[in-house]
């Protein structure tokens, strides 16, 4: 089954953080995240809304990893970055929780700095 597909720009700086962002808002997409997957490609992440916290058990890669605040302006609009944890590493990186986040982008090593993110930076997540 495919899933929706998104984009995530950061509106602050100008930049694209993710140009094919997979939806994870299933309870199975948020149970499987990126376990068994061999790698997350340039360009690639997964988007877990509601989220605040995250887990590498499993996973076979590091990632970057973007913790997003609710919406600022009602049900939609952009999320500010509560906070960003880069290169977490497999098996041993481990977040279990981040006050005030409630959605989670996992991006590939390097995603973070290429997209020029900061905390404090709103963060739009779109249909593709």
């Known amino acids: 089954m495919s899933r929706k597909r998104l984009v995530a720009r950061n509106i602050s700086r100008g930049t694209v953080v993710a140009e094919r962002l997979e939806d994870g808002s ?32 499993f996973m076979r890669f590091s990632i970057d990893v973007l913790f997003l605040s609710k919406p600022l302006s009602g049900k939609g609009g952009p999320r500010q970055v509560i906070s960003a944890r880069k290169a977490v590493r497999p098996w041993l990186g481990v977040v279990w929780y981040v006050r005030g986040a409630k959605g989670v982008m996992e991006l590939p090593v390097g995603a973070i700095d ?7 930076d709103e963060i739009s997540v779109d249909p593709l």
């Open 26 to 57: 299933s309870f199975w997409a948020k149970f499987m995240g990126l376990m068994g997957r061999g790698s997350l490609p340039r360009g690639d992440g997964l988007w877990l809304p509601g989220e605040n916290g995250i887990h590498m058990l």
């Open 114 to 120: 290429a997209s020029k993110t900061s905390v404090g």
